[in-house]
C-alpha cells in the first residue's frame, strides 16, 4: 500500500494501518471470523450499523472499508472493529490481506465497486458475500469463481423461507406426482433479480427448465409478493400477506384436499440474513446452479 497519511503524531513510528494491523491479532482466540464490509461510501451505512451490532453480539471481527482516493486512509480501531475511511480501490487486496486474520475464516460482504476486483478477493476470501443493487454484472464476474471460494448472496439469503415453504409442498404426493405437468411459473414482486433466481432454482430442482414458461412481474413494495406454479387447473402459491411479516400458502393438485396456511417469514432484517450467512462455511451448490442458470439465460444483455 501508499505511504500518504505518514507517521502516527504521538512518535510511535508507525501509521495508523500498520496500528491496525498488530492490533488485529488481539482476542483472535475468542473469535470465528473476520467479516470485510466493502463498498462506495453511500453504499456501507447500513453495513456499518450490521457489523457493529454484530461485533456486539457475536463472535466476529468487524472490518469496514469504504472506497475513496487515500493509499493510506484515515483508520478507526477499536478490540473488533476496523474502519478505513476512503481508500484507493487499487488497494483493497493489500489491505484484506494486512487485515485479515490466518487464524480465521475471512468473508467479505461485497457492497459494490469495480467487478475485476473480486477476482483478487476471491484468493484472499474464504467466503463472498455479494449485495448489490444491480447484481447482472456482479453475478457474470462471479460465475468463474465458484472454484475458488465459496459465494453467497444476501437476495438468495432474503429467498430461504420462499425456498423452504415451496420445498414442502413436494412433501405431498400428489404434488409430487403433479408436478411434471407444470408449466408456468408467475412470480411478482420489486426484485427481479431475486424473483429471477428464485425461478432458476425452481425450474432447476424440477427439471422443467425448458417446458416452464416464466413471468416475472415488476411492482412496488416487498421483494418477493407472489409465486404461484402450475399448469392452470393444478396450482402451487405463495403469497406473501398484507402484514408483511407472513405468507399464505396453498396447494391445489388433483387428489389432494386443498391446503392453506400462513407461516413466519421470519426476521428479514438485514443483521438476522448476514447472521445467517455466517452460518454456512462450505459451497452453496443450489444458489451456484441457479446463478448459473441467470447468467446464461441472461447472456446477450448488458
Given at each position: 500500500m501508499g505511504t500518504e497519511g505518514g507517521r502516527r503524531a504521538d512518535g510511535g513510528g508507525r501509521t495508523e494501518m500498520e496500528n491496525a494491523v498488530n492490533d488485529a491479532?488481539?482476542?483472535?482466540?475468542?473469535?470465528?471470523?473476520?467479516?470485510?464490509?466493502?463498498?462506495?461510501?453511500?453504499?456501507?451505512?447500513?453495513?456499518?450499523?450490521?457489523?457493529?451490532?454484530?461485533t456486539s453480539t457475536a463472535a466476529i471481527r468487524g472490518i469496514l472499508i469504504r472506497y475513496g482516493t487515500h493509499a493510506e486512509p484515515p483508520t478507526r480501531t477499536s478490540e473488533r472493529f476496523v474502519t478505513l475511511d476512503g481508500l484507493r480501490p487499487e488497494y483493497i487486496n493489500n489491505a484484506v490481506a494486512a487485515l485479515r486474520l490466518s487464524s480465521l475464516p475471512s468473508i467479505v460482504w461485497w457492497r459494490g465497486g469495480d467487478e475485476a476486483d473480486l477476482e483478487g478477493l476471491?484468493?484472499?476470501?474464504?467466503?463472498?458475500?455479494?449485495?448489490?443493487?444491480?447484481p447482472l454484472p456482479v453475478w457474470r464476474a462471479a460465475v468463474p469463481l465458484v472454484e475458488r471460494t465459496s459465494l453467497g448472496d444476501l437476495r438468495w439469503t432474503r429467498?430461504?423461507?420462499w425456498r423452504a415453504l415451496m420445498a414442502h409442498f413436494f412433501d405431498i404426493a400428489e404434488v409430487r406426482a403433479a408436478a411434471p405437468l407444470f408449466h408456468r411459473l408467475d412470480i411478482t414482486g420489486a426484485d427481479l433479480p431475486a424473483a429471477g433466481l428464485f425461478a432458476a432454482w425452481l425450474t432447476g430442482a424440477l427439471q422443467t427448465s425448458e417446458r416452464?414458461?416464466?413471468?416475472?412481474?415488476?411492482t412496488t413494495g416487498a421483494p418477493i409478493q407472489r409465486i404461484r406454479?402450475?399448469?392452470?387447473?393444478?396450482?402451487?402459491?405463495?403469497?406473501?400477506?398484507?402484514?408483511?411479516?407472513?405468507?399464505?400458502?396453498?396447494?391445489?393438485?388433483?387428489?389432494?384436499?386443498?391446503?392453506?396456511?400462513?407461516?413466519?417469514?421470519g426476521d428479514q432484517s438485514t443483521t438476522a440474513l448476514l447472521a445467517e450467512e455466517l452460518r454456512i462455511r462450505s459451497r452453496d451448490a443450489a444458489f451456484e446452479a441457479a446463478l448459473r442458470r441467470v447468467v446464461e439465460a441472461r447472456s446477450d444483455e448488458t
Amino acid at each position: 500500500m501508499g505511504t500518504e497519511g505518514g507517521r502516527r503524531a504521538d512518535g510511535g513510528g508507525r501509521t495508523e494501518m500498520e496500528n491496525a494491523v498488530n492490533d488485529a491479532g488481539a482476542g483472535a482466540q475468542a473469535l470465528t471470523a473476520t467479516v470485510i464490509a466493502v463498498g462506495p461510501p453511500g453504499r456501507l451505512d447500513d453495513p456499518a450499523a450490521t457489523l457493529g451490532q454484530l461485533t456486539s453480539t457475536a463472535a466476529i471481527r468487524g472490518i469496514l472499508i469504504r472506497y475513496g482516493t487515500h493509499a493510506e486512509p484515515p483508520t478507526r480501531t477499536s478490540e473488533r472493529f476496523v474502519t478505513l475511511d476512503g481508500l484507493r480501490p487499487e488497494y483493497i487486496n493489500n489491505a484484506v490481506a494486512a487485515l485479515r486474520l490466518s487464524s480465521l475464516p475471512s468473508i467479505v460482504w461485497w457492497r459494490g465497486g469495480d467487478e475485476a476486483d473480486l477476482e483478487g478477493l476471491a484468493a484472499l476470501a474464504d467466503r463472498i458475500i455479494l449485495d448489490v443493487e444491480e447484481p447482472l454484472p456482479v453475478w457474470r464476474a462471479a460465475v468463474p469463481l465458484v472454484e475458488r471460494t465459496s459465494l453467497g448472496d444476501l437476495r438468495w439469503t432474503r429467498l430461504t423461507r420462499w425456498r423452504a415453504l415451496m420445498a414442502h409442498f413436494f412433501d405431498i404426493a400428489e404434488v409430487r406426482a403433479a408436478a411434471p405437468l407444470f408449466h408456468r411459473l408467475d412470480i411478482t414482486g420489486a426484485d427481479l433479480p431475486a424473483a429471477g433466481l428464485f425461478a432458476a432454482w425452481l425450474t432447476g430442482a424440477l427439471q422443467t427448465s425448458e417446458r416452464m414458461h416464466v413471468d416475472l412481474q415488476r411492482t412496488t413494495g416487498a421483494p418477493i409478493q407472489r409465486i404461484r406454479v402450475g399448469n392452470g387447473r393444478e396450482e402451487l402459491m405463495l403469497e406473501l400477506a398484507p402484514n408483511g411479516t407472513c405468507v399464505h400458502t396453498a396447494a391445489h393438485v388433483e387428489g389432494h384436499a386443498r391446503a392453506h396456511r400462513t407461516v413466519s417469514l421470519g426476521d428479514q432484517s438485514t443483521t438476522a440474513l448476514l447472521a445467517e450467512e455466517l452460518r454456512i462455511r462450505s459451497r452453496d451448490a443450489a444458489f451456484e446452479a441457479a446463478l448459473r442458470r441467470v447468467v446464461e439465460a441472461r447472456s446477450d444483455e448488458t
